[in-house]
């Protein structure tokens, strides 16, 4: 139980275009999920929390204008890098906080989105 | 000073070694720990998660929280190649309206065959 998908796993994309990240529950439904950066041999830097229904609440200094989160049922949140830039290329992973059940304090992680902007 | 201090290792032990990975906090509002395994290129995966002091077995693993020393560790026994990975300690302040999770940088094992 407690899966999480990401898709697509991998995207190689050219510098200014838009790429869009999904992140599933796929056993569980989820209110809030989460979306972090992870950038090589660091630890995972939270972007934004997503809450199903409302506008995504960002933390300081990234741009809600270039990372558009929509989160629009309890089991589905999207990622869209807007205009990327080769600044942009990262490991992006989502989690997400199930809404019931004995474990709602933690969140599951998706395996990541490997982006790479040429 | 950091909310969350970890080890970032590298830890390089042989197969069947005792592995102790730890991490100390400075918030005492922080209640719920968990501890995450993540393999190269790959999300985290949940491994324990407790909220009181004391110890919680699980298989080889067993968590430990010191809320008095704010102080929690990661036991492995029997430690196999298979468990190389880096493993992050996180933890979030129960209740809160959207319990952020706040990780530790990260540590790296190595266990040797």
């Known amino acids: 139980g407690a899966v999480v998908s990401q898709h697509p796993s991998r995207v190689i994309c050219k510098s200014g275009t838009s790429v869009k990240i999904e992140c599933r529950s796929l056993d569980f439904q989820a209110t809030t999920m989460f979306w972090y950066r992870q950038f090589p041999k660091q630890s995972l830097m939270l972007m934004a929390t997503s809450n199903e229904g409302s506008k995504a609440t960002y933390e300081q200094g990234v741009e809600k204008d270039k990372f558009l989160i929509n989160h629009a049922s309890l089991t589905l949140s999207t990622l869209t890098v807007t205009s990327a830039h080769p600044e942009d290329s990262s490991f992006y992973i989502c989690?997400?906080?199930?809404?019931?059940?004995?474990?709602?304090?933690?969140?599951?992680f998706g395996p990541g989105t490997r982006l790479t902007v040429l | 000073q950091k909310e969350v201090e970890q080890d970032p290792g590298p830890l390089s032990v042989p197969e069947g070694a005792i592995v102790s990975l730890n991490c100390t906090y400075s918030?005492?509002?922080?209640?719920?720990f968990m501890w995450y395994r993540q393999y190269s290129r790959k999300g985290p995966e949940l491994l324990m998660y407790?909220?009181?002091?004391g110890n919680k077995e699980d298989g080889r693993f067993t968590a430990q929280v010191d809320k008095s020393s704010k102080y929690i560790s990661l036991f492995i026994r029997d430690s196999q190649p298979s468990d190389s990975a880096t493993y992050l300690c996180?933890?979030?302040?129960?209740?809160?309206?959207?319990?952020?999770?706040?990780f530790g940088t990260g540590t790296l094992l190595a266990v040797q065959p």
């Open positions: 407790t909220y009181s002091s």
């Open positions: 989690s997400a906080r199930p809404i019931a059940g004995p474990s709602t304090d933690t969140q599951y």
């Open positions: 918030n005492s509002a922080f209640q719920y």
């Open positions: 996180a933890m979030s302040v129960y209740g809160g309206a959207t319990n952020k999770l706040i």
